[in-house]
């Protein structure tokens, strides 16, 4: 079975300051990944995703993950917070079956102070 | 377009109640999914569904019901409601493609439901 932990239920940061939103799979094949942005009250939204390829991928709004197979870690990061970047952020994995069902991590909620 | 719609947007139930909520896209995905969101949980799979007439238990399909008559809706039933049952739900969408796994999914704004 696929799993997903997020190291940090609650990650602080200064406007300005490197976001850095750690995530590692357990898989046995190779996964697809994903991260997920969900602002209050709303649903969620994908940020950016890894299938195959190259392993650097950049998303929406700045944000970019890296997919290290021998770390099995999938790590969001961006250079520089903005206020507008405060939300809760869930890493997902695919299974590989074909019907696209995820298994999400428990999220890591970002706080971005002025 | 409207992407994925969910109704009500909230809802509280006594123990025992029953009811219905809504799911529904306009994308043509055939693939449809329902999650919980508890706290600090993240979210879990209920049911989804691959097409119209196919659906499948997810991780914690106990106490729900889901059927698929058509492409466009994907309604996730509640029989015999319990406080175990009081979360936010999502309904979400995805096309096959070639990749499988690999494509988005897109979700619906949710539904807040409370059982008391």
């Known amino acids: 079975a696929q799993s997903v932990t997020q190291l940090g239920s609650h990650v602080s940061v200064s406007e300005g300051a490197l976001v850095l939103l750690r995530c590692n799979y357990s898989s046995s094949v190779p996964p697809y990944l994903f991260w997920y942005v969900q602002y209050p009250n709303q649903g969620l939204q994908l940020l950016l995703k890894?299938?195959?390829?190259?392993?650097l991928v950049k998303g929406i709004n700045g944000f970019e993950a890296e997919f290290k197979k021998s770390e099995t870690s999938f790590h969001l990061t961006k250079p520089s917070a903005h206020m507008s970047d405060a939300a809760e952020y869930f890493c997902a994995v695919s299974d590989l079956g074909g019907y696209s069902t995820l298994t999400f991590g428990k999220g890591t909620m970002l706080l971005v102070s002025p | 377009n409207a992407g994925v719609t969910q109704t009500p947007k909230f809802r509280i139930l006594k123990i025992g109640q029953s009811m219905t909520l809504q799911c529904a896209q306009d994308m043509n995905h055939n693939y449809m999914y329902w999650y919980r969101q508890d706290p600090g949980m993240g979210l879990k799979l209920i049911y989804y569904?691959?097409?119209?007439?196919?659906?499948d238990k997810g991780e914690v399909p106990n106490g729900y019901n889901v059927s698929r008559s058509t492409t466009e809706d994907f309604p996730l039933r509640l029989e015999l409601a319990a406080p175990s049952q009081t979360s936010v739900y999502f309904c979400?969408?995805?096309?096959?493609?070639?990749?499988?796994?690999?494509?988005?999914?897109?979700f619906g704004p949710g539904t807040r439901l409370t059982v008391l």
């Open positions: 979400a969408s995805s096309s096959p493609g070639l990749a499988g796994g690999a494509n988005e999914q897109f």
């Open positions: 890894y299938t195959t390829g190259a392993t």
């Open positions: 569904s691959v097409g119209a007439g196919i659906t």
